[in-house]
């Protein structure tokens, strides 16, 4: 068996074991996994995680982990802080818009890094633009979606 699939096991037993935990074993989940990615980001000197993604290496899944991890306990909590930022809604935003957010990110990504057209050193400030243009043409997406199904509608009652 080789050592790469070891990863995998983790996450698995990971996303067995989270939904029995409690929130301060959660949160000391997170704490952890935050310690081992930084600790990974000052290692490979914060470049791309991407750049480890096959195979998966330890900077990769940490990342990986982390961020699932977060999610997971921000789509749990219910409390003011969690309403005033509406993280249940953009959790739940995210989700079942994230085929969509997948696919438009392709265009930036096209821009910013295959095409150049944009130079940019830092994969931080791209990840930055290409996650918020991918949110921003499918928000726009579905507002076009929604107005055209109201016109649709308007004009088939008439």
């Known amino acids: 068996m080789r050592l790469i699939y070891l990863g995998y096991i983790f996450v698995c037993g990971i996303g067995l074991v989270i939904r029995s935990m409690n929130k301060k074993q959660i949160s000391l989940l997170i704490a952890t996994l935050a310690v081992v990615f930084v600790t990974f980001s000052l290692f490979y000197n914060f470049k791309s995680v991407q750049i480890e993604k096959y195979p998966p290496t330890a900077y990769y899944i940490s990342y990986g982990l982390l961020a699932s991890v977060l999610l997971y306990l921000c789509s749990q909590t219910d409390t003011k802080l969690m309403k005033v930022l509406k993280c249940n809604n953009t959790v739940s935003w995210i989700s079942q818009n994230s085929f969509w957010i997948y696919l438009w990110h392709i265009i930036p990504v096209k821009i910013l890094v295959d095409y150049e057209i944009i130079h940019m050193d830092s ?10 243009s991918a949110f921003a043409i499918t928000a726009l997406c579905n507002l076009v979606k929604q107005n055209t199904c109201k016109r649709r509608e308007l004009s088939g009652n008439s």
Request: hydrophobic share 80%; glycine share 0%.
């Open 123 to 132: 994969w931080i400030l791209r990840y930055v633009i290409i996650l918020l």
